[in-house]
């Protein structure tokens, strides 16, 4: 069965819901396909522990801030996706799910047509929002590890690894934060490609947001490039990771040159066993819907100009990054790129 709409968006998270709020706005007649069963895009997969960098207020989408949660400053994610939940319901999105899309192909000179395993959608323009949680990254590491290995994507509490030995690759704010949360039940060694780069403790998500702006400024202003919020750090100094770093649990190794049948070796000969290895090593993005339109570049983006895709003026691409918009994957910072790719599809409609 084929269904016609003018815009099909891919992915009921964040990214998703945002454009779908300035679809309704503009009166642009839409559908949401998303593949989890529940509203709340990825946020439903994270640890338990995890909190957001920013109070809930620097944490909203367009049109409704997220009200804040008693007795917390930072919501935790489990907030997170009770406010993704109502805010489908306050804006009436018309999200269908569980609808997973297989790919995205040309269908003549005006439409798109996107295969599901729900039917075929034939629609004027697509917003492709399934963001990078889904694709977790593993880099290749010689040797072989006998134990347990876990991505972040993986990761849900300290109580798994009570007592065992645990190493946990990365020093970005997932390292940081899931070796915060393992130091006290666990026998931790945190690994990292450089020395840890925190922030100074004072700045939040804030913080963050205010320098990605000023980074998309400069950049629209012709000025040198300001480095936005790569600048200030690599690891945001949420209380848990100060409180473990302050008693003195959360010391970075440098990064093994090999994996042993009992844990890890670097390249002296020095060794550290492990019952575990968490790779909190990033995520690229979820992209294979997309590959029949055979738009991939370098580093398996694909080239765009804003969140419009240079080799498909009728797809748009939201929420992967600033290279389809400066802080788009963070809550607050995808609102303006969705906003902007909701104007230019109705003026392509028009």
């Not at 489990?78 to 790919?103: D, F, I, M, N, W």
């Not at 209380?239 to 890890?264: T, Y």
Request: charged share 20%; net charge neutral.
């Amino acid at each position: 069965m084929t269904s016609y709409t003018d815009v099909v968006v891919i992915g009921g998270g964040q990214a998703g819901l945002a454009a779908g709020y300035h679809l309704r706005r503009l009166g642009v007649d839409f559908v949401v396909l998303d593949a989890q069963s529940t509203p709340g895009g990825a946020w439903q997969q994270t640890w338990d522990s995890l909190h957001l960098f920013s109070p809930a207020s620097y944490s909203s989408l367009p049109g409704w801030l997220m009200p804040a949660q008693a007795g917390e400053t930072y919501p935790d994610a489990a907030h997170v996706v009770t406010y993704l939940s109502e805010y489908e319901k306050r804006y009436e999105l018309p999200v269908q799910r569980p609808v997973r899309v297989g790919g995205v192909h040309r269908d003549g000179q005006a439409h798109l047509r996107v295969e599901t395993d729900a039917g075929s959608w034939r629609a004027r323009a697509v917003i492709s929002a399934t963001g990078t949680w889904w694709r977790p990254f593993l880099p290749t590491v010689p040797g072989r590890f006998d134990g347990r290995q876990l991505h972040t994507i993986d990761y849900r509490s300290p109580r798994d690894f009570a007592g065992q030995r645990v190493v946990v690759v990365g020093g970005g704010n997932s390292g940081a934060q899931i070796a915060a949360d393992l130091a006290y039940d666990a026998d931790l060694t945190w690994v990292t490609q450089r020395p840890p780069r925190y922030l100074a403790d004072d700045i939040d998500g804030r913080a963050l947001f205010d320098a990605a702006t000023a980074r998309r400024r400069a950049l629209e202003e012709g000025r040198p490039d300001t480095g936005g919020v790569a600048s200030l750090g690599d690891i945001v100094a949420v209380p848990p990771v100060r409180e473990v770093r302050g008693r003195g649990l959360l010391k970075a190794s440098p990064m093994f040159n090999r994996l042993v049948p009992d844990g890890i070796q670097w390249a002296d000969g020095s060794a550290a066993q492990a019952d575990a290895i968490i790779w909190c090593t990033g995520f690229r993005p979820a992209l294979s819907h997309l590959a029949p339109l055979g738009l991939r570049g370098t580093r398996g983006h694909i080239p765009t100009d804003g969140t419009r895709a240079l080799g498909e003026p009728r797809l748009h691409l939201l929420g992967y990054g600033d290279w389809t918009g400066p802080a788009s994957a963070t809550l607050i910072g995808v609102g303006r790129p969705a906003r902007d790719a909701a104007r230019e599809i109705r003026a392509l409609l028009a």
